[in-house]
């Protein structure tokens, strides 16, 4: 990551792949006797373009078209996208996922063709605040010498999407991001490859594991501590 936050934030996420069936036919001769399931997968992210004005700004909707046809020459018996939707509360998210099977089923109706939807990925949750260790993780990350860029009195924007998130709804969760030293880089990029496996990452990685170790022995030495952390989480819960 780009910026060693102790205050993070995770976006709840489903995934989706919407497959449309027609019917093929070629499409100078006999075009009428196709039903075009690319059609479909374009009303289907025209759809969801036209959703993103009337969510919230915490919202995200990004897909890829995954089967587009095979010829020019032949309207598309199949065609698929795959998406990913994504909100920073599970109950809002929810109501947004309606609402894109709803333009999904939309544009087979539209188009005559048949809709599958799928569910690839188990669905993750959004991560659960943990104040106390938060600032746990802070004090234990300067220790080790690494100063956080984002804070619970300085947060920072939503990250992606994890299944700590899941994790964080069943127990009390810490979950840090620590950047590598250097230029910020952000994860899934080439530029990402030659700095996260390089020697000033592994110390960076060495000093976060003795940061995370420090935060569980001072909790495993001060039962007081250790039941505020408890009672945090199941007030969050809540």
């Known amino acids: 990551h780009p910026k060693t936050n102790t205050a993070c934030r995770a976006l709840a996420m489903n995934s989706f792949e919407f497959s449309y069936r027609g019917r093929a036919a ?23 373009n036209a959703l993103r004005q009337h969510v919230r700004p915490d919202v995200r909707m990004h897909g890829i078209v995954s089967d587009g046809g095979a010829a020019p020459n032949v309207v598309p018996e199949t065609a698929a996208a795959k998406f990913f939707v994504r909100a920073e509360q599970r109950a809002y998210l929810n109501e947004v996922i309606e609402k894109v099977k709803n333009i999904a089923q939309g544009a087979a109706l539209m188009t005559g063709a048949a809709l599958t939807v799928t569910e690839p990925d188990p669905p993750l949750d959004d991560l659960l605040p943990a104040p106390t260790l ?105």
């Not at 075009?31 to 992210?45: I, M, R, S």
């Open 26 to 48: 070629h499409a100078a001769a006999a075009p009428w006797d196709g039903v075009n399931a690319l059609d479909a997968v374009q009303l289907l992210f025209a759809g969801v």
């Open 134 to 238: 938060s600032r746990l993780g802070e004090a234990h990350l300067r220790a080790q010498g690494i100063e956080p860029d984002y804070t619970l009195d300085h947060p920072g924007p939503s990250s992606g999407s994890s299944d700590i998130g899941n994790v964080s709804h069943v127990c009390p969760t810490l979950y840090l991001e620590v950047a590598p030293p250097g230029a910020p880089v952000h994860v899934h990029t080439e530029q990402a490859l030659s700095i996260v496996d390089g020697p000033q990452a592994h110390l960076a990685l060495h000093a976060a594991v003795r940061a995370m170790t420090g935060v569980a022995l001072e909790l495993l030495a001060d039962r007081t501590l250790l039941k505020t952390v408890r009672d945090e989480f199941l007030q969050n819960r809540a």
